[in-house]
Each structure stands twice: as C-alpha cells, then as structure tokens.
C-alpha cells in the first residue's frame, strides 16, 4: 500500500506521483492528509480536483489526466507556486524525485578509518560514501574475530557487517575496493605461500597416520582390547592446514557446509561485481531464501547448521561472515526489491548507500603523497588485525569464542537516546515506517560499527566509548537517511528501471522510433523477451512517455524530455 503521506505535503505534490500512484489514490487519502496537515479550504479543493481528474487514453495512445477529449485546450491548474508547470498531457515522471543525499560524515569512523576513506575517495575520485563503505566492510573482516559486542540489554552481537553499494558501470567500484582490500590480499598471499609448505607436511604425515592405522586394523595377531588401545594411542589424524582464502565474491550453503570446516572462521563475502552474487546459483529461484536465512543466521552470530540424509549433521560455530557487495542500479534494484528478502529479514541488515556518479568532473589530477600515506596506515593496522592470533574456542582451531565488548556509560546513554528516537519514528504512518524493518535495527548496526572502530583503534580496548559512539550513530543517521531516500523515490523499483533503461535507448535511435522486432533483437538487455519488452512499454505508455504510431509493423516512438 502506498504510503501517501510521506509522499504528498502539498496540493502540488500530487502532479509527482507516478501513474501507478496516481491510479490508487483516493479522495479518502486526501482527507486524511488535509486533516493532519491542517490545510487551508483552498488547498484541500486544489488537491481534490488534481485527485479526481480522470486519466483517458487519447487517439494517438498519449495519456492524459485532464479529463479533456483529444483536440480541445489543455486543463492549466490553478497557480501551483513554486515554479511547477503542470500542465496536463504532460508526461508522469517514471520515478519521484530522487532527493540530493547528504554528505557522508567521514570523520565520524575515527581516525584510522576516516583518513583511509577520504584518502581513496580523493585517490580514486570516487563518492566518499562508497570508500568508505569498502572501508568499513574491510575493517569489520579484520575486527570480527577479536571482539563482539556486549548490548545493553545483555546480549552479544558480532562485529560483522553487511554492506550493498550501488553504483553505475564506470563508477570505479573496482578501484575503492582494491584500494580498501590491499591488506586482505597481502594476508592472503601470505596464507596462500604457508600452506603450500603446510600441505606437503601434511600429505607426508596423512600418509603415515593412514598407513599405520590399515596395518592396526588388519593385524589378526592381536584382540579387540589391543587393537583399541592401539587405536587410541594413534589418535586422530593430522588436521588438514586452513584454505588459504579471507574473502569470495559468491557462495552457496552447500559449498559452505562443505569448506567451512578447513577454512579461517572470519571470512568476507566482498565483490565489485555484485551481480556474481546477486545472479548466481546461490541466489537463484530455488536457493534465494535458504541462501538468504544463512546469510541471516551468521550476521545474528548463530552457528551453521545442516542436517542432510546421505552427509549426514554439520554444526560449524563460531563463525562470522562480514559481507560488501557493489552493484549496478537495474541488478541492485531486482536484488533489494525481492519481497522475499525482506520478509525474510536479510535486507534490514544489510547497510546500502547510492552516491551520486561524479562521471565528468574526474580530470586527471597527480596523487596526494598524503593519501598514499593515510592508505598505508590503514593497511598496516587492518594488516596487523588479520595477522594476530583470533579468540578461539579452547582445543579448537577455526572456532571463535570473541570476548564480549561492553559499551561504556555515556556511550550507552547516546545509543538509548537514539534507540528511543528511532523507535518513536516507526510507527504507524511515522516518518520511518515505510523502512520499519531496516530502522528497527539501526540501534544494533550503530552498535556494531562503533565495536569495529574501537577494535581498529585498539584491539585491547576494555570498553566502547562515547566517542566510538557518538561516531557511529552520525553513521546510522546518514544510513536512514539514504534508506528512506531510496525507498520514497521508487529507485528500489526493478520494473521502473527496466522501463527508465528501455525509454533511454529508444530515444537514442533515429528520430527517437523502433519497430518492436529491432527492440527485441537490439534493445536492452532486460528487455529482449516479448514478455519484458511488453511489461516495459505499457509502464511507459501509462506514464505517457510513448506512442505506437503503427500496429503493424509494430513501432514505437518516444517522447522527449521537456527542457
């Protein structure tokens, strides 16, 4: 159900909506925004004859809501102030307006992370937002497997975070995350050299221990008591060295549950090409919510389970995954509009920013010897992370039993006073109930980061601190924030932007017309079936940005955009 008001403040703001908006709105919603608005008597007529103009279909396939016959005046409303032209005939706007999203408080990440991040933002040119996004997941990886986080309600939390990033091609996702992730591959080429030599020992040793323990069983020479004892004194075999592997830009449960056993405990789902994970066969139809509920279940801190007739039971604890997938818009929006997803709960806990494309104002400029410098104390510190010994679980090698961190006093204070906000924020009709699911977490997200950037500074730190804090609640802030912005602007809607991509591209082509069967051959890449195109075009028809002006051939022409 559309949320109608959060998206109409004024009479005016009904000639924004979308034509799928427009369609359901009622002259009730309009009551009941006029009552708890305290409109003027003018401003409720205004919005009532923009309500209930009725939309027709014209001749020549123009939509209208002026409620006039083709060939008669247009309907002028009422002077709407503001400077908005709304004539009718006008086309509807595929998408809101997408609000300017607010500077992203760098410096609250604390020094290490805050220096890292402006620096590779300047370095690479790209949006502050997106380095430090790729910061802050590389930060969680290294932290994670030091500490968690002691809530003040008594429950522990990991400091493994979730990240999406959604950005255009040529954005230069690739090169912030190259930049932030230049420790996890010097630690992985690292790992990669020992266990070379791990694995010749331990295939010489794997050998003798099988071989002595086939001569113990096929000894006949002695009985069942000798044969135990003998057994017992063999004791298992030699553990088999960890993968040489923190990071991979896909998985599957399967896979998982098969390699976990061997593999670091604290590994990084982190990838510049978000569509391997998003469109892989983890996500696919058959295995999208059982992908999603382990996904759930290791940002919850909860051990891997799998219970299967021939493999029998798997229980892998102790175990923390930190995740950062980048994403173009049209793969992210089918990613973070599957309803399933969020029923299930995964996308609540999952941190996304959108930055504007700076494509056009990234002139060369010669590299800053203090960036190199700020990029180089980052390492060496997320380095020295992944290099120390983890907490394990005694008697384990791969299971990690994190100390609990607590949140100091005043650091508690600020995060019960902004939990208490928040929470007052979604209710029903509130300002944040259109993102419900994802604000009643932002108290734990907040908490979260301000674990990762405690551990970064000091990984003996005895407590989180107000500043830790304060910190990170400007984070969660701006991260509501961008969350309601994306969602009120409809630009989390994938049958929008595979309509917005399909009316760009024919209005790139000669006189701004294409017959269907050249749409369907040549036109984008959603949209060459019949069944997409089709779902395309009536999107754009009802918004009145098209006109079939033949049948047969089928050819379709497109409006242009007013100046």
Not at 259 to 265: F, I, L, R, V, Y
Request: negative net charge; aromatic residues 6%; hydrophobic residues 40%.
């Amino acid at each position: 159900m559309t949320d109608y008001f959060s998206l109409i403040r004024r009479p005016q703001d009904i000639l924004k909506l979308t034509a799928l908006q427009f369609d359901d709105l009622q002259q009730s919603n309009i009551d009941e925004i006029a009552d708890r608005l305290d409109w003027t008597q003018r401003d409720y007529d205004l919005a009532s004859d923009y309500a209930c103009a009725p939309r027709i279909k014209l001749d020549d396939g123009q939509t209208t809501s002026n409620g006039k016959a083709h060939g008669e005046e247009p309907f002028i409303p009422p002077n709407l102030g503001d400077g908005v032209d709304a004539r009718a005939g006008e086309p509807l706007p595929l998408f809101p307006p997408l609000g300017e999203a607010s500077p992203y408080p760098v410096e609250a990440l604390g020094p290490t992370l805050s220096r890292a991040a402006a620096a590779i933002a300047n370095r690479s040119q790209v949006a502050t937002s997106m380095a430090a996004q790729s910061v802050l997941a590389a930060a969680s990886l290294a932290a994670c497997p030091h500490a968690d986080v002691m809530l003040p309600y008594g429950q522990s939390r990991p400091l493994a975070l979730f990240f999406a990033t959604i950005a255009e091609s040529g954005a230069r996702k690739t090169s912030s995350d190259e930049e932030a992730l230049w420790p996890v591959r010097t630690r992985e080429k690292i790992l990669r050299e020992v266990y070379q030599d791990e694995m010749r020992i331990w295939q010489v040793a794997h050998a003798a221990w099988s071989a002595e323990k086939r001569k113990i069983e096929a000894d006949r020479k002695i009985d069942l008591a000798e044969r135990k004892a003998l057994l017992t004194a063999l004791g298992a075999g030699p553990p088999k060295p960890l993968y040489p592997y923190l990071t991979s830009g896909d998985l599957t449960i399967e896979g998982v549950v098969k390699n976990w056993p061997d593999a670091h405990p604290a590994l990084g789902l982190f990838t510049a090409e978000g569509a391997t994970f998003t469109a892989g066969h983890g996500m696919n139809d058959d295995n999208r919510l059982k992908t999603a509920g382990m996904l759930s279940e290791l940002w919850d801190g909860r051990p891997v389970k799998r219970i299967r007739a021939m493999d029998g039971v798997t229980i892998l604890p102790g175990r923390r995954l930190a995740l950062h997938v980048m994403i173009q818009p049209d793969v992210a929006a089918a990613f973070l509009c599957d309803e399933s997803l969020r029923d299930q709960g995964l996308l609540s806990r999952i941190l996304i920013a959108a930055p504007a494309s700076l494509a056009g104002t990234r002139t060369y400029r010669a590299p800053d010897p203090k960036d190199g410098a700020a990029i180089r104390a980052y390492g060496a510190r997320i380095l020295s992370l992944l290099e120390t010994p983890p907490a394990l679980e005694p008697g384990t090698r791969n299971e990690l039993l994190p100390p609990a961190l607590p949140i100091s006093e005043a650091a508690t204070n600020a995060w019960v006073d902004f939990y208490n906000r928040v929470e007052e924020r979604c209710g029903t009709n509130a300002d944040l109930s259109s993102i419900g699911d994802f604000a009643a977490k932002a108290a734990e997200h907040a908490a979260r980061i301000a674990g990762v950037i405690t551990i970064i500074e000091n990984i003996y730190a005895k407590e989180i601190a107000e500043a830790a804090m304060t910190g990170a609640l400007k984070i969660m802030h701006w991260h509501i924030n961008e969350a309601f912005r994306l969602k009120e602007a409809g630009r989390t809607d994938p049958r929008l932007l595979r309509a917005n991509a399909l009316l760009k591209w024919i209005r790139e082509q000669p006189k701004g017309q294409i017959g269907f069967r050249e749409l369907l051959q040549f036109g984008p890449n959603a949209a060459r079936t019949k069944a997409a195109a089709n779902e395309a075009l009536n999107i754009l028809k009802d918004h009145g940005w098209i006109t079939e002006i033949s049948e047969r051939p089928r050819v379709i022409k497109a409006f242009m955009e007013t100046k």
